[in-house]
T-cell receptor, first 110, second 113 residues
Framework: QKEVEQDPGPLSVPEGAIVSLNCTYSNSAFQYFMWYRQYSRKGPELLMY????GNKEDGRFTAQVDKSSKYISLFIRDSQPSDSATYLCAMHQAGTALIFGKGTTLSVSS | EPEVTQTPSHQVTQMGQEVILRCVPI?????FYWYRQILGQKVEFLVSFYNNEISEKSEIFDDQFSVERPDGSNFTLKIRSTKLEDSAMYFCASGMGGTGELFFGEGSRLTVL
């Protein structure tokens, strides 16, 4: 079983839709959970950072972590064409390297 | 806004040649990383560097690879005797603490012919 699983998509939605992106993981020791956004041929850019279980909101973005299910989610409200990118989940335990999912490619049409 | 800069943006090399990829991390960051992304695949961890030594490395980071921080600003990745399968985008990243809050550079695309 791969450490971090993420459906690569692609996912296409109309402008204004609510987007749900998800990852599952197998290592129960993971404590820190991130979402990065990557535009084509660019480096990943940190969007959201959550420690342990719970929710975190930042503008149109909400990150959720359910450690009991080993499942994390990123919700995007009122999606915009500028949100079109690849979204990477990533996670790690204290003192170890960040492990990425494969990324979900999102396209928001106007 | 401070950023991680990488050079070159694209390098083409012949199989068997040595390549050095350079990075200037954000100045007050203490942790430095190299990741790579083969086209269409996930971002993979190679190595982390803290306090002038390797703190963690992946199975990918074998004797073919080495890292160095030759002065107070640069962080380099050397790939010896390049192979076709080394063709990838190589990302440098830096962070303040040992958390996943990393700042990535734009990447160096390596093409091995």
């Amino acid at each position: 079983q791969k450490e971090v699983e993420q459906d690569p998509g692609p996912l296409s939605v109309p402008e204004g839709a609510i987007v749900s992106l998800n990852c599952t993981y197998s290592n129960s020791a993971f404590q820190y959970f991130m979402w990065y956004r990557q535009y084509s041929r660019k480096g990943p850019e940190l969007l959201m950072y959550t420690y342990s279980s719970g929710n975190k909101e930042d503008g149109r973005f909400t990150a959720q972590v359910d450690k009991s299910s080993k499942y994390i989610s990123l919700f995007i409200r009122d999606s915009q064409p500028s949100d079109s990118a690849t979204y990477l989940c990533a996670m790690h335990q204290a003192g170890t390297a960040l492990i990425f999912g494969k990324g979900t490619t999102l396209s928001v049409s106007s | 806004e401070p950023e991680v800069t990488q050079t070159p943006s694209h390098q083409v090399t012949q199989m068997g040649q040595e390549v050095i990829l350079r990075c200037v991390p954000i100045s007050n960051h203490l942790y430095f990383y190299w990741y790579r992304q083969i086209l269409g695949q996930k971002v993979e961890f190679l190595v982390s560097f803290y306090n002038n030594e390797i703190s963690e490395k992946s199975e990918i980071f074998d004797d073919q690879f080495s890292v160095e921080r030759p002065d107070g600003s640069n962080f380099t990745l050397k790939i010896r005797s390049t192979k076709l399968e080394d063709s990838a985008m190589y990302f440098c990243a830096s962070g303040m603490g040992g958390t996943g809050e990393l700042f990535f550079g734009e990447g160096s695309r390596l093409t091995v012919l």
